[in-house]
């Protein structure tokens, strides 16, 4: 689930094709600093982000746990879709992630690269990919999310939109 930055974050809210990478990467917690994702780019066109596999990324196996694809792909997706229904005043959360695992990989760096398919006044379609060190790709997926308007309540909780005019 993606939720919108309060409003005094304002750097969320300038001109809506700015690259906020630095602003989430100076605010990243909770699973994105478990997983030490970096943003490199994020806008509501296109979100790249990458990793460094360490130990706590590996499965039993020594490879990369399907979750850390999964989850990097729903949170770029997530992030995306985000800075595009802010400009409804709206916020989005997750419906439905189709991942794909490719190739296993046991280390190196994974890059993934977030694009819309659809973006509609309810809903958006987004796809990433995740690549290795070489370039290949090792997982791909399909991210679908729900936006909601203000007021809209999320596991017990109202969805808050908060504007740029503070």
């Known amino acids: 689930m993606s939720r919108e930055p309060d409003s005094t974050h304002s750097e969320f809210f300038s001109a809506p094709d700015e690259d906020f990478a630095a602003a989430l990467n100076a605010r990243a917690g909770g699973w994105l600093a478990a997983m030490s994702i970096h943003f490199l780019h994020a806008t509501a066109d296109e979100v790249t982000a990458e990793l460094e596999i360490a130990a706590h990324h590996q499965q039993a196996y020594g490879i990369v746990h399907g979750g850390v694809y999964s989850g990097m792909i729903e949170t770029l997706a997530s992030v995306g879709a985000a800075l595009w229904a802010r400009r409804h005043q709206q916020t989005v959360v997750g419906l439905e992630n189709h991942t ?44 679908r999310l729900l936006a909601l308007d203000a007021g809209a309540a999320v596991a017990g909780e109202t969805v808050r939109i908060k504007s740029s005019r503070g």
């Open 100 to 143: 794909s695992f490719l190739h296993a990989v046991r280390e190196g760096r994974l890059r993934c690269v977030a694009k819309p398919l659809m973006r509609g006044r309810r809903t958006q379609v987004w796809e990433a990919r995740v690549t290795d060190d070489q370039g290949r790709a090792v997982a791909e997926g399909k991210v």
